[in-house]
């Protein structure tokens, strides 16, 4: 969302004591101050946020120099790779103290706490009176910006809902996933926004539109019912001099001066798997699969993960490169080309393409004849994307998502891109056939 956010003013609620606020989210950035929801003015607010110096999710209302409540979880958000779905239940009026406020993280209700200051019986939290607007991705609408994917956002004024209004256990995973059509009554100032993507009108019968502040949102693919890959964070070799990866989702990959390689959040051992990386600021970089049995996959130093024998790629003069030796194979690159991976993991096959060209003549449907593959990979192994960059280089990978970078939106074939396999991706170029993108749906075809 990088400095966008939403708002919108509030009338006299239908209770100032009870409400539940109810939402998806996927983080990008982690280890800084980000609101999710907040109201209030001067010094006093309502807020839900991840608190910058520990990834902690902090619940509260402040009013009058005081904590009302205070709630500092103690497990950490840090996870950019998953869909956390997240509710407070509050009802100030109810006997039971501990009660009032109520926490659910993925349908489990919250019960270990760095701070857990309960409120007061029918205190009124801010989030609940009409003297402040809301805001949605922002600390009012001047900081605390989140950077991330918010899906399906529901807030019931007078109703306090735990989280199986919203939700439900996979009977087959065990998972938390979501209820796409959800039954509440929302009062007068509920409203229920981001249903599809980038839509901030009303879904609930009340018409509380939201008003879009400080930049724009992006309709991506990625969505708590379909999960997509994007660039893993917490692996070392991810951070480090000059390193940044942004845009909604981990999408892009940036680094200034020392070599550093980063990695795919998924990684499946069967199947057919497609992707594109697009070069920006070309200087050098690599961009292949990585084998997750690679010995140095999270260590400290970021050079060459092609440098093993185990991983593959292709750089930004044609070579294709494994195990420290290159050779020509293709097409050289330059600014705003774009890179396409097809890993046939049920035949361990490898093919690079560039701009709708499979380089090498290569024929990514010849199954185990490999017509023109780059190199053989080992059957059974877990692969997942990856790119080594230095020196200012900076690739936007689109693992289906739809975009390459805030500003780089597939908009091929009228605007619709092409999907693969799974029929829920959107690429510059169109997949081969059988070939999904790295998403829940393709890992479950």
């Known amino acids: 969302m990088a400095s966008t956010y939403l708002t919108r003013s509030k009338s006299s609620p239908t209770s100032d004591k009870k409400g539940t606020i109810s939402f998806w989210v996927k983080r990008s950035k982690i280890t800084q101050e980000q609101s999710i929801i907040q109201s209030g003015s001067g010094s006093i607010d309502s807020n839900i946020y991840f608190n910058g110096s520990n990834d902690k999710l902090h619940v509260y209302d402040y009013q009058s120099g005081a904590f009302n409540f205070e709630y500092i979880t103690t497990r950490v958000f840090r996870d950019t790779s998953a869909w956390y779905a997240i509710t407070v239940e509050i009802d100030t009026s109810l006997t039971t103290a501990s009660d009032r406020v109520k926490i659910y993280i993925n349908g489990v209700r919250e019960t270990v706490f760095d701070t857990a200051?309960?409120?007061?019986?029918?205190?009124t939290p801010l989030f609940f009176t009409s003297a402040n607007p809301f805001y949605i991705g922002s600390y009012r609408g001047t900081g605390g910006y989140f950077d991330g994917l918010l899906s399906h956002f529901h807030y019931t004024d007078g109703y306090a809902y735990g989280a199986s209004t919203f939700g439900s256990t996979d009977a087959t995973t065990g998972e938390w996933k979501i209820k796409t059509n959800v039954t509440a009554t929302y009062g007068t100032n509920g409203f229920f926004i981001l249903k599809d993507g980038n839509t901030i009108t009303d879904q609930s019968s009340n018409s509380n539109d939201f008003t879009l502040g400080g930049g724009q949102l992006t309709n991506l693919k990625d969505n708590p019912s379909n999960n997509f890959c994007n660039i893993n964070t917490l692996y070392n070799q991810t951070t480090g001099q000059g390193v940044v990866v942004n845009n909604c989702g981990n999408t892009v990959y940036y680094a200034s001066d020392s070599s550093r390689s980063a990695f795919g959040s998924i990684a499946p051992s069967s199947g057919k798997y497609y992707f594109?990386?697009?070069?920006?600021?070309?200087?050098?970089?690599?961009?292949?699969?990585?084998?997750?049995?690679?010995?140095?996959?999270?260590?400290?130093?970021?050079?060459?993960?092609?440098d093993d024998a185990l991983n593959f790629g292709y750089d930004l003069s044609g070579q294709k490169t494994s195990g420290g030796s290159a050779s020509a194979f293709g097409s050289a690159l330059n600014n705003n080309d774009i890179v396409q991976v097809a890993m046939d993991l049920d035949n361990s096959k490898l093919y690079f393409g560039v701009n709708g060209v499979w380089q090498n003549s290569g024929d990514p449907t010849s199954g185990a004849t490999g017509t023109g593959s780059a190199y053989n990979l080992a059957s059974g192994a877990n692969y997942t994307a990856a790119c080594r960059l230095r020196n200012g280089t900076q690739i936007g990978f689109n693992f289906g998502n739809g975009q390459y970078s805030g500003s780089?939106?597939?908009?091929?074939?009228?605007?619709?891109g092409y999907s693969g396999a799974d029929g829920a991706s959107k690429f510059s170029y169109q997949p081969p056939t059988g070939y999904s993108a790295i998403n829940t749906k393709g890992l479950n075809l």
Do not use: C
């Not at 200051?117 to 205190?123: A, E, F, H, S």
């Not at 600021?281 to 997750?292: E, H, L």
């Open 117 to 123: 200051t309960t409120p007061n019986q029918n205190i």
């Open 276 to 306: 594109e990386a697009k070069v920006f600021d070309k200087t050098r970089a690599v961009i292949g699969i990585v084998n997750m049995a690679w010995s140095n996959i999270n260590g400290a130093s970021g050079y060459g993960y092609h």
């Open 408 to 416: 780089n939106l597939v908009t091929t074939n009228s605007g619709d």
